[in-house]
């Protein structure tokens, strides 16, 4: 499809694990964003990265949080030692590019539930 | 400086009603407004944006008035229908720096 695709849909795993999150940005988008949103809040940001510039780390909640991206394609989102408060849905978006005001087209989420 | 409020948290209106949406900013650098529908299961999809250099703009039964003055902007659905049914962000953004949303308005429209 031409959309944001996010991968798993689902994902439940133990308190301790770690999970490794992925997102397939729209061909040709040099933004990509992650962001979280537990249940019935708003979108808090996570990480953008624009390009080959260095990604702005600023909504990273803690050192647990990391995320990589391959030039201007595939991203992955990993939480290390997954708490119970990490579990929401994990959004990612992209966008033609990202200092301009192109619009921010979404996948579908993950959402993660840490038992 | 980098929230943007909104208001209510939830509506409820009958078919044909108009909901009206807030939000509200304090930085004034922000210079792009959209707002995002975001239905059960589903990631947000943007509705409709605006620039603070007009006051009203609308797209089929979506409208978002500005008013730079008093930072504030809304959105509202002309003869809502069940399928609006969904939750709206607004979000705003400064150029060279990132989307910051609202909380979010889940909107109920009764048939």
């Known amino acids: 499809g031409a959309g944001v695709s996010q991968s798993p849909s689902n994902k439940v795993t133990e308190k301790g694990k770690d999970v490794e999150l992925r997102c397939d940005p729209i061909s040709g988008h040099t933004a990509l964003y992650w962001y979280r949103q537990r249940l019935g809040q708003g979108l808090e940001f996570l990480i953008y990265?624009?390009?080959?510039?260095?990604?702005?780390k600023s909504g990273l909640p803690s050192d647990r949080f990391s995320a990589e991206r391959t030039g201007e394609s595939v991203s992955t989102l990993t939480i290390q030692r997954t708490q119970q408060e990490d579990s929401a849905v994990y959004l990612c978006?992209?966008?033609?590019?990202?200092?301009?005001?192109?619009?921010?087209?979404f996948g579908d989420g993950t959402r993660l539930s840490i038992l | 400086q980098q929230q943007v409020k909104q208001s209510p948290q939830s509506l409820i209106v009958q078919k044909g009603g108009i909901p009206i949406i807030n939000c509200a900013y304090e930085?004034?650098?922000?210079?792009?407004f959209p707002w995002y529908q975001q239905f059960p299961g589903k990631g947000p999809a943007l509705l409709i944006a605006i620039r603070p250099d007009v006051s009203e703009k609308k797209e089929g039964r979506f409208t978002i008035s500005f008013n730079k003055s008093a930072k504030q902007f809304s959105l509202h659905i002309m003869d809502s229908q069940p399928g609006d049914s969904a939750t709206y962000f607004c979000a705003a953004k400064a150029s060279g720096s990132r989307l910051t949303f609202g909380e979010g308005t889940q909107l109920t429209v009764n048939p």
């Open positions: 978006a992209s966008s033609l590019e990202g200092t301009n005001n192109q619009p921010q087209h």
């Open positions: 990265f624009q390009g080959n510039s260095a990604p702005d």
């Open positions: 930085n004034t650098a922000f210079d792009y």
